[in-house]
């Protein structure tokens, strides 16, 4: 049976997931028409009420909704409504498409297995009644309900996941912070090549082919066996300024008793203790050290070198298993237990010797008073001044929710996200689609911001055994 080809606009039927999770998909597919079923727009309404990211979203696809709606008539509604109605649509493909809503029941066409009762099954029952109806259309049911997109290829409904959301096409693209020199590096792009020391660092202004492909902050080191590594600082045009990497690697130039223990913690801890740089993204598996790092990196700077008034610390609170209900106390009690990491954290970077309790216990103290844990929950309309803040959990944000808190930020504050993509918690988020991703895909060219993906997993051998096997 060989598949038909179809020609020109496409249907595509939008599952309440879709608009839940984006609610400016209604502009997203370019030239052809959407078609939203009456149930959606019940689901819809059923869940507008609440402060959840979920219900604003709801609430902004209605307000889409009525502007397109503005005016028309019953006659135009049952003809489609133009997407161009309103000024959101800057693509003229998309001034083509048009909004139709279920505006009639639609006989059963489902088998009888599949009972037209619930929401899913009355939608998939509607696209198939399309399809019947538009045969020389595709029809295309769009959900990020994956049970639903198998129920729609059993009864021969085309279907799709929502990917106008996903930053990458796969995961293994996403940017590194890192890249490995060719051993011919030196041949070809020495030419005209200058070197200078400013300020006790070694800098190297380089041409040729390479340079195109780098992009600001980024780290570049040799395998040829002469230790090189070196920090993208300036690029311009086929020109790029490198400097060398500062190497924390040994105790004299330790971050809070801290030294990196492979080539990607040295190239973080450049990132966190460099002043210039604003914003910092550490992605990698568990055990690699990335809340240690931060962890370090803001105390040093802001109890030795008073670069920051304080250390604030967030997450999205997203539980691995069962919900142990509501939490008694103050926002920052509330939010303690989520924090457990940066608590153990501080267990290492609190100094004295282990004999020694009280003495251990009171430098804890004295450190938490330096470091804030906020809610997200309370984030909007904050501005942070002169604070390092650290986002941990990051894979569990949304796009959206990462700028909501990014944009927190005011002068003087330094923002490190921290993160695992293969760890996400929250519901119809991709590793594609996660906040961090977003960021880090964004942030890759501007010249005060910098990436590392940490590999080697520093925790225990146990740790990493399990990372590796389970």
């Known amino acids: 049976m060989t598949r038909r080809k179809f020609k020109g606009k496409r249907i595509f039927v939008l599952d309440t997931n879709v608009l839940m999770h984006d609610p400016s998909a209604l502009f997203r597919f370019a030239e052809h028409d959407i078609y939203i079923p009456m149930v959606v727009l019940e689901e819809l309404d059923a869940g507008k009420k609440g402060v959840s990211e979920v219900a604003r979203n709801v609430r902004q696809v209605s307000r889409y909704l009525d502007e397109l709606m503005n005016g028309a008539s019953s006659e135009e509604i049952e003809q489609g409504l133009p997407l161009s109605n309103t000024p959101l649509v800057n693509d003229e493909k998309t001034r083509e498409g048009r909004l139709f809503f279920q505006i009639r029941e639609h006989q059963d066409s489902l088998p009888t297995s599949l009972p037209g009762t619930k929401v899913d099954n009355t939608i998939l029952n509607i696209a198939l009644r399309l399809k019947e109806r538009h045969s020389d259309r595709q029809v295309t049911l769009v959900s990020k309900d994956i049970n639903l997109r198998i129920k729609s290829k059993v009864v021969g409904v085309h279907t799709e996941d929502y990917y106008n959301d996903k930053v990458l096409d796969e995961i293994e693209q996403l940017f590194t912070g890192t890249e490995a020199l060719p051993d011919d590096f030196w041949e070809t792009h020495s030419r005209e090549m200058d070197s200078w020391l400013e300020e006790g660092r070694t800098f190297y202004k380089v041409n040729g082919p390479l340079v195109s492909q780098w992009s600001s902050n980024m780290f570049l080191y040799s395998t040829s ?97 069962e919900d142990i209900g509501f939490l008694p106390g103050t926002e920052e009690e509330k939010m303690t237990p989520w924090m457990g990491a940066f608590m153990d954290n501080l267990e290492v970077l609190a100094p004295g010797s282990s004999e020694d309790d ?93 990436h590392i993906t940490l590999q080697t997993g520093e925790r225990s051998r146990l740790a990493d055994f399990a990372s590796q096997e389970l």
């Open 225 to 321: 066996g002469d230790n090189f590594e070196a920090i993208v600082r300036k690029i311009d045009g086929d020109q790029a300024t490198i400097e060398l990497a500062k190497d924390f690697h040994g105790s004299h130039q330790n971050v809070w008793g801290i030294t990196a223990r492979n080539r990607e913690q040295n190239y973080a801890l450049n990132l966190l203790m460099d002043p210039e740089i604003d914003f910092i993204s550490l992605q990698g598996p568990a055990g690699t050290g990335k809340t240690l790092l931060a962890l370090a990196a803001a105390l040093e700077q802001t109890i030795e070198q008073k670069l920051y008034k304080e250390v604030v610390v967030t997450r999205v609170t997203i539980s691995v298993g």
């Open 358 to 450: 009280w003495s251990q216990q009171a430098t804890q103290d004295i450190l938490r008073k330096w470091l804030k844990i906020r809610s997200l929950n309370f984030m909007r309309g904050r501005t942070f001044l002169n604070k390092f803040l650290i986002i941990d959990e990051a894979q569990n944000l949304t796009p959206k929710q990462m700028k909501t808190l990014i944009t927190r930020a005011g002068p003087g504050t330094k923002v490190v996200c921290l993160g695992n993509v293969a760890q996400i918690d929250t519901p119809y988020l991709t590793d594609t689609g996660s906040g961090l991703t977003y960021v880090v895909d964004r942030f890759k060219k501007w010249q005060h911001s910098g």
